[in-house]
């Protein structure tokens, strides 16, 4: 389809504002030259092209290229190359074509994205994971070939709309499991969080509609308080002689998400939602992380700090580069405000992170932040030599490495304790001395009352409650982390191990004598999976110590052991009319390796030997299972993957292993959508949390069985120091009934919180 005027009009209209943008970061008149040769060849490469949306495709490389300059903040090659990055790939010319018009440097980038492109559209199961390998081969040449692909991946994911569902599934698991943790590793905190939202949104609308009303109606209510709060500050600081500004910041909606889903609290329970980023010019000759301090005490001289909250990042920046004197303190109006402290070079590198490194090469980012991601790609390195590393498992360990592997939690007094990654309260309590640890009943992070199993995060003050009374647990061993703390744990169970094990055999063995049954292999084996214990001895160990009741023992023996997996809902599959062009949006150009036939077959092979009935995308019969990672339920927004089996497994679209799937098996990506017509309840869990009194267990069932007439499988609930924590795991239709049932428990007098967790079965 030739181009209309309006379509030549956008095209110039996307390049001025390149080109403007080029002419700050181009260092001569041939290098601007060539960013205008580049344009005029990609242009004409991609005449009459068009994307999938309607647009011409030349936009999409343009769009690329701003991204790569304005909000990356690279240089020339970058900028030509962005141009450039699709034309291997779409058209018909060749890397040496490109190395005879642009140079062997942008001709070897632009031949480091096409890699990266190829590996990505490449759908064939294992596969996928060993072209990722193709992409981090790249960092061994240049990183710039990945954060011009980070830019490519971000313009992809702002127009995603445009594709199909199986697209968007595939391309967006890729993103969370790849590139968001590269773009965090890298310090592109705003492409990162983008990222973040733009998934949130497409995989579950609703909810990312619900919190951005929420946020937005904060910043409506506190937004004058805000302004009332910055006042005095400015004035002080301009008093002071610094050239600032100072920024009111929000959490993003993915952000509120992934808290109120992790530590499963509800929004209001949330009190950093708001915030100020104070970011000033230094004054030459002075340390920049005295002047962060010093403008700490002109605010603390206008409001009471919150010195437990301290956050200091100056002296111990991240392990990404990222440097900030982050504070709290208390407004005139009463509440909390939390305020960043960052020169324009620490903020260049918060927003635009290894890139900035360019910018500020003789400040201090490079000698400290540069060691830290040397470190990092030597290890990457390190797994690439590896010959024999299997293509998942080296893609596994390459998404742990991109992740933050150490977190700084605080004591109540505000000395920073360094933990790895998944620490949890105990593994704290352990790293500060063996009898905290010994005797730790609770612990109050960020001054609510918490488990000793509670994960800790970045920041996260933590203070441990004790007891004279209190010694090690087998159960602790479940949960910790720190091979510290396990040892420690280990020597302190050693001795009373063998009797615990001894008695737990003989209390098992009469119970089981009670009914008839004798101990044997069958029946320990499945005992240990019904009490969910490893061993046999840890079996023993669980029955002596209580922590395993036999009161349902006659239930267990008598169960069957049939899959609880299979629920039998109605659900509707579709076929995609998959192809691909450019980018995976354009129109006319290749195919997808996956075709509707090879689905239809696959779909054909799941229906052989299989008795449930579900209607499919042609009325058909289709077979499935839901996952029991993330137990989806009617109104959960949910897709289906095909295992080696051939069975369908259904995960909500926000589980993390559908994420993980995706991103290694996009071949595998099977679009579906509950029907109205559902026929079974089927089990979720709601946590409760509150102020303990009489009575509330007797309402909390009330409420759920008498008012709503809604089926309680099982009901447990603890109380400790006046606070309670209950689980209700209940047989519901869909996800409006059980939003109902929390929007009532939600009114009972001392609740403060009421989520829906995800519940895991054996």
Not at 36 to 58: D, M, Q, T
Not at 539 to 544: E, P, Q, R, T
Not at 551 to 567: E, P, T, Y
Not at 733 to 749: A, F, V, W, Y
Request: hydrophobic share 35%; net charge neutral; glycine share 6%.
């Amino acid at each position: 389809m030739d181009f209309t005027k309006s379509d030549y009009d956008l095209i110039n209209k996307e390049f001025e504002e390149l080109r403007l943008a080029s002419l700050k970061r181009c260092a001569s008149q041939e290098e601007y030259d060539g960013v205008l040769k580049a344009f005029e060849f990609a242009n004409e490469a991609h005449k009459g092209v068009r994307r999938r949306s309607g647009e011409p495709y030349i936009i999409h490389p343009i769009s690329v290229a701003k991204i790569v300059v304005t909000e990356i903040g690279l240089g020339y090659k970058s900028i030509v190359t962005a141009l450039l990055h699709d034309i291997v790939e779409d058209t018909d010319y060749t890397l040496d074509d490109i190395k005879r018009l642009f140079g062997e440097k942008i001709a070897s980038l632009v031949d480091g994205l096409t890699k990266i492109k190829i590996a990505l559209d490449t759908d064939s199961g294992n596969l996928q994971a060993e072209n990722f390998k193709r992409i981090i081969l790249t960092l061994n040449d240049d990183v710039r070939v990945v954060l011009i692909k980070l830019a490519d991946r971000l313009h992809n994911v702002r127009t995603i709309d445009s594709m199909p569902d199986y697209k968007k599934d595939k391309i967006l698991s890729e993103t969370m499991y790849l590139f968001v943790p590269l773009a965090h590793r890298l310090g592109l905190y705003k492409i990162k969080s983008e990222m973040e939202n733009i998934w949130l949104k497409t995989r579950d609308p609703k909810e990312y509609n619900e919190i951005s009303e929420k946020i937005d109606a904060v910043i409506k209510e506190k937004g004058v308080a805000l302004d009332n709060f910055i006042k005095p500050i400015a004035d002080a600081m301009s008093n002071s002689g610094y050239v600032f500004e100072i920024q009111k910041r929000t959490k993003t909606p993915y952000s509120v998400w992934h808290k109120i889903h992790t530590k499963h609290i509800d929004f209001e329970n949330i009190y950093d939602i708001y915030g100020l980023r104070i970011i000033f010019q230094p004054n030459p000759g002075e340390k920049e992380s005295t002047q962060c301090w010093y403008i700490h005490s002109l605010i603390a001289g206008l409001y009471t700090p919150r010195t437990d909250r301290i956050r200091n990042w100056l002296d111990h920046p991240k392990s990404n580069g990222y440097e900030a004197l982050h504070c709290t303190f208390m407004s005139n109006e009463g509440s909390w405000v939390e305020v960043q402290i960052r020169t324009e070079r620490m903020d260049a590198i918060a927003e635009k992170g290894i890139a900035a490194h360019w910018t500020y090469k003789k400040e201090s980012w490079d000698q400290n932040s540069e060691k830290d991601m040397e470190k990092w790609l030597d290890m990457v390195r390190d797994v690439l030599d590896n010959p024999d590393a299997n293509a998942l498992a080296f893609l596994d360990r390459f998404h742990d490495s991109l992740m933050d592997n150490e977190i700084y939690v605080f004591t109540p007094k505000g000395e920073s304790k360094a933990l790895q990654k998944g620490a949890t309260a105990l593994d704290f309590a352990y790293s500060i001395h063996s009898q905290i640890g010994n005797r730790a009943i609770a612990a109050k992070i960020n001054l609510r009352l918490s488990p000793l199993s509670q994960e800790l995060r970045n920041g996260d003050q933590v203070e441990i409650i004790t007891a004279e009374s209190q010694k090690p647990r087998r159960e602790w061993l479940d949960f910790l982390k720190t091979p510290k703390a396990r040892n420690y744990v280990y020597d302190a169970l050693k001795e009373d191990m063998e009797d615990s094990v001894n008695s737990g055999r003989v209390i098992l063995d009469n119970e089981l004598a009670k009914y008839g049954v004798k101990m044997n292999s069958n029946v320990i084996k499945k005992l240990m999976g019904e009490y969910k214990a490893a061993t046999k001895e840890e079996l023993y160990n669980k029955v002596s110590t209580g922590i395993v009741s036999l009161d349902d023992l006659d239930k267990v023996l008598r169960k069957n052991n049939q899959s609880k997996n299979v629920i039998y809902w109605t659900l509707k599959l579709f076929k995609s009319n998959r192809e691909t062009a450019g980018d995976g949006q354009g129109t006319g150009a290749g195919s997808d390796e996956m075709s509707d036939e090879v689905i239809r077959r696959k779909l054909d092979e799941v229906l052989k030997n299989r008795d449930v009935i579900l209607s499919g995308s042609d009325g058909g019969p289709v077979t499935y299972r839901v996952a029991d990672c993330c137990y989806p339920i009617p109104g959960d927004n949910i897709v289906g993957f095909i295992d080696d089996n051939g069975d369908i497994i259904i995960h909500k679209k926000t589980c993390p292993e559908a994420v993980n799937l995706a991103a290694k098996h996009g071949d595998r990506i099977v679009n579906a959508k509950w029907s109205k017509d559902t026929v079974k309840s089927f089990l979720a869990r709601v946590k409760v949390f509150g102020v303990d009194r009489m009575g509330i267990l007797n309402e909390l069932t009330k409420c759920t069985t008498l008012i709503l007439n809604i089926n309680i499988r099982k009901l447990s609930i603890a109380a400790h120091d006046g606070i309670f924590e209950g689980f209700i795991d209940c047989y519901v239709r869909s996800t409006e009934i059980l939003d109902t049932l929390m929007g009532h428990i939600r009114k009972i007098k001392g609740v403060e919180s009421v989520t829906r967790i995800d519940i895991k079965e054996s």
